[in-house]
């Protein structure tokens, strides 16, 4: 069984282009014994945010090793094609379960489609798959996520006592079941004050694949636009990060307050340097420790018993089986939260262009 998964394994590595060797970053030692199935994840890429190839990569690894169970993990680099490879080398492989971040729900349901044709165990990881049919599904209350962006903005617009400031809306990718979620949060919280003339409605547009790059382009051409934009609700660091340049460019930064989410190194150091008016914070430890224990429950051919709650999949009408976890909101004020957690370590965070701000926010 061991030898059988290992030779498939390098077999699959050779079809596969970029960064990454395939089962490079096998998580385990294969010691699980013969009767525990290897698992195969699939993260989306390096660029959309930091996360990826950073938190979700480290602690899924962890959580894996020290539980002795092997773990092919790779990234698609954002590339569909790539996706859909990697999962056909992990199913034919014999991976036991599969769990996926999708890069949108056509290529990840085509993907739990063939896993489960081979009688694999899956998972959603933090994107749920529309109409995908995963066993189980492990995020965060993606719904509050963006509450907490839209109440974040609002505080922050509310400090600085526009006159009905004009908020541009950047959202997350259109193929992202998530984006849908965190913007159904904020507009519940926008929305209200549209429409009672706190602030006005600006200019509002989708990024597509959550690209930093094509955000900027997009935040520019808004603010050629709309001169008067005075607020951004950006749906993560990497959106903020690229409207924060363009803002700088007009040297605007600070005074139009923008969101984020990740809490990412970038992020919050934008946080500390008064440039970004907050982030959310979700703790991806939780987040793969969770998808990691329900994947070494079926690897064992165990009944998981930690999916307590269920989400339901809007396109297919089912319940899915589901680990939510809870985000937090960040601000200047908090920022040292993210630090204690051990998400972020301080030397990385407190560069000298914040060094200040970090000791000020009790950092060191
Ligand atoms: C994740 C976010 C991330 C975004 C871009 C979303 O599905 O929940 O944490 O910033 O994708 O990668």
Redesign the pocket.
């Known amino acids: 069984m061991m030898r059988k998964g290992l030779f498939a394994c390098a077999a699959a590595g050779s079809l596969i282009l970029g960064g990454l060797t395939a089962c490079g970053d096998d998580g385990g030692s294969g010691s699980g014994g013969s009767d525990t199935g290897k698992v195969g994840v699939i993260l ?2 390096t660029k ?2 930091a ?2 190839a950073t938190a979700d990569l480290t602690y899924l690894k962890q959580a894996f090793a020290a539980a002795g169970v092997t773990a092919d993990i790779q990234n698609a680099q954002g590339d569909k094609t790539q996706f859909q490879t990697i999962a056909e080398g992990m199913i034919s492989s014999g991976v036991k379960v599969l769990m996926i ?1 999708n890069l949108d729900s056509g290529t990840g349901k085509a993907v739990l489609d063939k896993a489960r044709t081979a009688g694999i165990a899956t998972i959603d990881y ?2 749920l798959t529309l109409d995908g049919g995963a066993d189980y599904y492990v ?2 209350d ?1 719904v509050k996520v963006g509450e907490l962006q839209g109440q974040g903005l609002a505080d922050c617009l509310a400090a600085k006592k526009y006159p009905k400031p004009v908020v541009a809306e950047l959202n ?2 259109p193929t ?1 079941n ?2 849908t979620l965190f913007a159904q949060g904020y507009n519940s919280v926008l929305d209200p004050k549209y429409a009672d003339g706190t602030f006005t409605k600006g200019p509002n547009q989708d990024v597509p694949d ?1 690209d930093g790059a094509q955000a900027a382009t997009i935040f520019e051409q808004m603010l050629t636009e709309n001169r008067t934009i005075k607020g951004v609700l950006a749906a ?3 959106l903020g990060n690229a409207a924060i340049g363009i803002l700088k460019k007009n040297k605007l930064n600070g005074q139009v307050p923008v969101t984020g ?2 809490a990412t190194v970038q992020g919050l150091q934008n946080i500390l340097a008064g440039d970004q008016c907050m982030t959310v914070y ?1 703790a991806v430890k939780k987040e793969a420790d969770a998808a990691a224990e329900l994947a070494i429950a079926l690897a064992k051919e165990q009944k998981p018993s930690t999916a307590t709650s269920t989400v339901k999949d809007p396109t297919s009408g089912k319940d899915v089986p589901s680990v939510l976890l809870d985000p937090q909101s960040i601000t200047k004020d908090n920022v040292k939260a993210v630090v204690d957690d051990g998400y972020v370590k301080a030397a990385e965070l407190c560069v000298p262009q914040v060094a200040k701000a970090c000791t000020e926010a009790g950092i060191s």
């Open positions: 989306p890429d959309s945010s996360r990826w971040v933090d994107r995020s965060f993606n997350g990718s992202d998530n984006a959550w993560n660091d990497t989410q990740d979700k």
